[in-house]
């Protein structure tokens, strides 16, 4: 089974700190992402990586960076928290495409509720 | 603008009875279609993929069908259990390059003994 693992369930934190969010699979999976999820927005993509030290933008970006230095860990990057900015962070992980029914599937870690004060 | 739109946003059933949750989108090229099913506090875990060519797909109680040509895909729930209760998200997966996914904002279902 795959497993996605994120390092905080919960987290609290204050306007103006830098946040870091730890994401780990141990499927050895090409791709990451890091989502956010809101009440009636459903999951929005901030971020994805497809190879070691390789980043790409989704769609909200802002106010956030990652980091994919080896290729089970992705990051994401708080550098400097804003109320806004609470939320459920979901991570996943998928492989590139393959000719089957799992083809890009996205398994998802269970999620960090961060609340910034 | 690819666009998921899921109905209803939330539902209450008794548990026995089954439940339709619907999906319609806007995504082009379409490549393929999934629901996810999302526990209280947890990450969504996929129920059903279909491609282009299914129009049916079926885990266990779970049966996802999908309408190519009105771009409508519905998740059937037969005899609903108490776990049932979470939330269902449809995500749907242009066919250009990168594969990006379009996710719907989800229908929240309660199953009530």
């Known amino acids: 089974d795959v497993k996605v693992t994120q390092s905080s369930r919960y987290l609290v934190k204050r306007t103006g700190e830098k946040v870091f969010l730890e994401c780990v699979q141990d499927?050895?999976?090409?791709?990451m992402f890091w989502y956010r999820q809101d009440p009636g927005l459903g999951l929005r993509l901030i971020y994805f990586s497809y190879d070691v030290k390789m980043k790409e933008k989704g769609d909200i970006p802002e106010g956030y960076s990652v980091s994919r230095e080896k290729k089970e860990r992705f990051s994401l990057i708080l550098e400097s928290a804003s109320t806004n900015q609470t939320s459920m962070y979901l991570c996943?992980?998928?492989?590139?495409?393959?000719?089957?029914?799992?083809?890009?599937?996205?398994?998802f870690g269970p999620g960090t509720r961060l609340l910034v004060l | 603008k690819n666009q998921v739109e899921q109905s209803p946003q939330s539902l209450i059933i008794l548990e026995g009875k089954n439940c339709t949750l619907q999906?319609?989108?806007?995504?082009?090229?379409?490549?393929?279609l999934r629901w996810y099913k999302q526990d209280t506090g947890r990450g969504p875990v996929s129920l059903t993929i279909m491609t282009f060519s299914e129009n049916t797909k079926s885990n266990g109680r779970y049966t996802a069908t999908l309408d190519a040509d009105t771009k409508q895909s519905s998740l059937h729930i037969t005899a609903s259990q108490l776990s049932d209760s979470a939330s269902y998200i449809c995500v749907v997966s242009d066919n250009n390059a990168g594969n990006m996914l379009t996710f719907g904002g989800g229908t929240r279902l309660m199953v009530k003994p």
């Open positions: 499927m050895d999976h090409e791709n």
């Open positions: 999906c319609n989108y806007t995504v082009s090229p379409f490549s393929n």
């Open positions: 996943a992980s998928s492989l590139v495409g393959q000719e089957s029914e799992t083809q890009e599937t996205q398994y």
